[in-house]
């Protein structure tokens, strides 16, 4: 069985169980940049997360899996492996939160 599923049971016949929604806090100010590390491969960096650890984890994966790309948290950064700059800025505007592009 899955580490997050869980077994409910109720004899309640208008029993409901409500699925958390995922609230990543208020609106945030990221900055997304990019950096070249050795052998040519690039790096997408956000920065400027203020929250807690749990929610950059929600966004970090929210972000990978609309890159289909590799990545982690570190430092309350958010680091994506490839070059996605320009669609992680769409894809954090799109979700009411205010993304600029940094660097080069």
Do not use: W
């Given at each position: 069985?899955?580490?997050?599923s869980h077994i409910v049971f109720?004899t309640?016949?208008?029993?409901?169980?409500e699925?958390?929604?995922?609230?990543?806090?208020s609106?945030?100010?990221?900055r997304?940049m990019r950096?070249?590390l050795?052998g040519?491969?690039?790096?997408?960096?956000v920065?400027g997360?203020?929250?807690?650890?749990?929610?950059?984890?929600?966004?970090?994966k929210?972000?990978?899996?609309?890159?289909?790309?590799g990545g982690?948290?570190?430092n309350?950064?958010?680091l994506?492996?490839?070059?996605h700059?320009?669609k992680?800025v769409?894809?954090?505007m799109?979700?009411?939160?205010?993304a600029?592009?940094?660097?080069?």
């Amino acid at each position: 069985m899955a580490k997050n599923s869980h077994i409910v049971f109720s004899t309640d016949p208008n029993y409901a169980e409500e699925t958390p929604e995922r609230n990543t806090g208020s609106k945030q100010d990221f900055r997304v940049m990019r950096r070249k590390l050795g052998g040519g491969k690039m790096l997408t960096i956000v920065t400027g997360f203020k929250g807690n650890l749990s929610d950059l984890k929600i966004i970090s994966k929210d972000l990978k899996t609309s890159c289909s790309s590799g990545g982690t948290v570190k430092n309350n950064e958010i680091l994506i492996q490839g070059d996605h700059r320009d669609k992680i800025v769409s894809i954090l505007m799109n979700k009411g939160h205010i993304a600029k592009p940094s660097g080069g």
